[in-house]
């Protein structure tokens, strides 16, 4: 079968947007090459700097004939519908139509359509000036004396040539003949700008990747990373050092490239004297080079970096690497200035007596001095939210409710949480934004702050994603949560919540970030109560905890879902724990609802934290079970583990049966027993089934009080066999209406039992 080469050459595209476009092509074409009836066999694209290609292989030479008929009104139909009939079948004439007849409906009107197949260069040739045209580059632009034209083509960079090839391995392939604005497709490319710039002519996919590579392009970009990360790590080994690793870097600098060459460069050792990740993201951000360290020196760096041209210098390179290390020494100075400059006292240090005043600054210090600036300045943390310096001090507050929950120290507390953003003013984080809370840390242990301090200033912005670590000293975790939470509820506050795929303050990234910190550090935390505080520190906000708990539970079936449990469990428990409790326990009587029915009796625990002595975890007791996200994961874990047994699985089983016949019966209001009554008992079945739930549900409840729920679970899984028992041998809606209520009752409680742990009709099985 016949195979398609498609390459688009033209000036360099940005490295970052190369493998996407790639992607864009392959998708766009293979789209619509299969909505015109073609199928292939595989595709695979291609990038360099200069170029995207296509390799379709197997790709059918001819679409199939297409014989159809559409069915039209009825012959006897208005001249409107018949017109509409007409237009829809593409006839131009109801005499083009045929008459069909129906026993029943009558004749109406039938288009016989025929599309002959096309060839496949045809339909090749139709679709790719117009995907071309189309393309959705994030930015493009116009060019040449065409340019001015309306509808010109627009291209991220110059388009210059297109080689569009088709035929079968055994026969000499054809040019598929197409143009666009003035360029005309062929069979000849061009190789590397500089070593090989005169056209190459070429046949099919294989030839074409062959004579690239003899005029010094490598066209899969994959390789071309491995080519540049073996060659650096072995230049580096050769010198001495350990290449440090980067793939975003590698990644951007294999797009940069159509010939990597790995050279090194370097800098003066007085440079060393900067922060390592200053001295990484200068190179980086500036030079796009690697940088290195000595063999077995942790994470100190050297004075050498890996750099990667895409020519081969008659010289060797060295001027290349000269020139680097150049540009690399001024950006370094720079970098140097900026480090020095945030050790030193502020011009303007006598402006910020009040703000260091506020916040019980010591003004010798170069970080508290970057606070009192970062106050005394008013910089804007959002225009319905105050400055950056009213949130510090909200933060800080916050922090210290959160300080005696998590067990921090409330003087380090305190201090970390007004030290916290001070590093947003420093020169450093400036330069590079991506560096803060790193620099704070840095900056903290200079001026000797205690190190759960200047950790807190790096950590109270974790975790970031989830592959990110969660803070665990509780200074850290204290100032973490408090900034989180002031974020969240700020933002609700203002009624600014993610809606959709839209979220542009990352509110969604900080619930989570809470929800890891508690469950990770097995924390327990009565998260309403937070809220309120919180919601207090806004004036004329609304209090939102409601709203923003629904918000959180959301975030944790996200976190678990990913850690393996099942979906269905995490619905079925926070529905449990999201009914009313009740203080006392026992049969609860009811009233009947209108038209006589009695709904069935409710039973619940009292709240953990009514619980004297019960502290498994650092933390505080929420005041329901849907409150504290640890008691959630707790409960989702012992039903999981329930429900991996043979009785969790029949106990299941037979509590849904319970469920399902009570909600019937309840939908058609038939009479449901206040409390089940032992003396209209008929069967043994009922009385060891009653037995059986007023001992499970006792001890299950005690369980849940101690909070060993799977102990609670354990207590349930004995109604297994009465239960089962039950509905093999009792007929519940039995003719005695007494009786029967007094079943229902009976199936009521069932239900209350297991509703202390989870609302077993949510779950699949």
């Known amino acids: 079968m016949p195979d398609l080469l498609l390459e688009l050459r033209s000036e360099e595209i940005p490295a970052r947007m190369q493998r996407k476009a790639a992607g864009d092509l392959r998708k766009m074409l293979t789209d619509g090459l299969v909505e015109a009836g073609l199928t292939y066999e595989a595709a695979r694209e291609y990038w360099t700097p200069r170029r995207l290609a296509l390799d379709i292989r197997g790709l059918t030479a001819r679409s199939k004939d297409i014989r159809e008929e559409i069915k039209g009104p009825s012959t006897t139909a208005p001249e409107q519908a018949v017109q509409g009939f007409l237009r829809k079948a593409g006839l131009s004439s109801i005499a083009e139509a045929h008459v069909h007849s129906d026993p029943k409906k009558g004749d109406f009107y039938v288009a016989h359509i025929s599309k002959p197949g096309r060839a496949a260069e045809e339909i090749i040739a139709e679709l790719v000036p117009g995907i071309i045209k189309s393309f959705p580059w994030p930015k493009s632009m116009r060019w040449g004396p065409a340019s001015a034209k309306p509808g010109s083509l627009r291209w991220v960079r110059p388009l210059q040539s297109i080689v569009c090839t088709f035929g079968p391995e055994t026969e000499e392939p054809v040019v598929v003949d197409f143009e666009i604005d003035g360029i005309r497709a062929g069979n000849v490319t061009h190789g590397h700008r500089f070593h090989a710039p005169g056209p190459i002519t070429v046949r099919r996919f294989d030839d074409y990747v062959a004579k690239l590579e003899a005029a010094k392009v490598v066209l899969d970009a994959d390789r071309r990373k491995e080519i540049i990360l073996h060659d650096a790590r072995n230049l580096a080994f050769a010198n001495g050092l350990d290449l440090v690793e980067d793939e975003g870097l590698l990644e951007e600098v294999s797009g940069l490239v159509e010939w990597p060459v790995v050279l090194m460069g370097e800098f003066e050792q007085d440079f060393l004297t900067i922060p390592g990740e200053v001295i990484r993201l200068t190179i980086r951000a500036n030079q796009k080079c690697f940088v290195t360290r000595p063999q077995g020196a942790g994470d100190d760096l050297s004075n050498r970096f890996i750099l990667v041209a895409n020519i081969e210098a008659n010289d060797g390179g060295k001027e290349i690497a000269y020139g680097n290390g150049k540009v690399v020494r001024a950006r370094l100075s720079d970098a140097l200035y900026f480090w020095k400059t945030d050790q030193s006292d502020l011009p303007d240090f006598d402006q910020l007596v009040e703000s260091a005043a506020k916040f019980d600054l010591d003004m010798k210090k170069p970080l508290d001095q970057r606070m009192a600036r970062l106050d005394h300045l008013n910089v804007t943390f959002h225009a319905k939210l105050g400055t950056q310096g009213q949130r510090v001090e909200r933060i800080k507050k916050l922090a210290l409710e959160l300080a005696r929950i998590v067990g921090g120290d409330p003087a ?300 609670a679970m354990l207590a349930l899984s004995v109604l297994r066999e009465p239960v089962d028992s039950f509905f093999e041998g009792v007929l519940v809606n039995d003719e005695d209406q007494a009786v029967r209520a007094n079943r229902l009752a009976l199936l009521a409680r069932i239900r209350a039992a297991t509703d202390q742990v989870a609302d077993f009709s949510k779950i699949v099985g």
């Open 412 to 711: 380090l507390v305190a201090r970390a949480a007004v030290l916290a953003k001070a590093d947003l003013q420093t020169e450093v984080v400036g330069e590079f934004p991506e560096l803060q809370g790193a620099m704070g840390r840095k900056y903290a242990l200079l001026q000797g702050e205690d190190a759960s301090v200047a950790a807190a200033a790096e950590e109270h912005y974790k975790p970031q994603g989830p592959s990110d670590r969660v803070p665990t000293d509780p200074v850290s975790v204290a100032v973490a949560l408090a900034d989180k939470l002031d974020t969240l509820t700020g933002f609700w506050a203002i009624d600014e919540k993610p809606t959709g795929s839209k979220d542009p303050f990352a509110l969604r990234r900080a619930a989570l970030g809470v929800v890891r910190i508690l469950i990770e550090n097995r924390i327990r935390l009565a998260l309403t109560s937070v809220f309120a505080k919180a919601f207090a520190n806004f004036k004329g906000g609304a209090d939102q905890s409601s709203d923003l708990l629904a918000f959180f539970h959301d975030r944790l079936k996200v976190y678990l879902r990913e850690s393996g449990a099942r979906h269905d469990l995490i619905d079925a428990v926070l529905s449990a724990g999201s009914r009313p409790i009740s203080p006392t326990r026992g049969e609860m009587s009811a009233k009947p609802t209108e038209g006589g029915a009695v709904p069935p009796a409710s039973h619940s625990v009292a709240p953990p934290s009514a619980l004297p002595g019960i502290s498994p975890t650092r933390g505080e007791i929420g005041q329901s079970p849907n409150d504290d996200l640890l008691q959630i994961v707790r409960r989702v874990e012992a039903l999981g583990s329930l429900l991996d047994t043979e009785e969790g699985k029949n106990l299941l089983a037979g509590t849904k049966r319970a469920a399902n016949i009570l909600a019937a019966e309840e939908k058609k209001k038939t009479l449901v027993a206040e409390t089940v009554e032992p003396a209209l008992f008929r069967e043994d079945a009922e009385k060891k089934l009653y037995a059986a739930v007023n001992q499970a549900e006792k001890e299950a409840g005690q369980a849940i009080q101690n909070e060993d729920f799977s102990a």
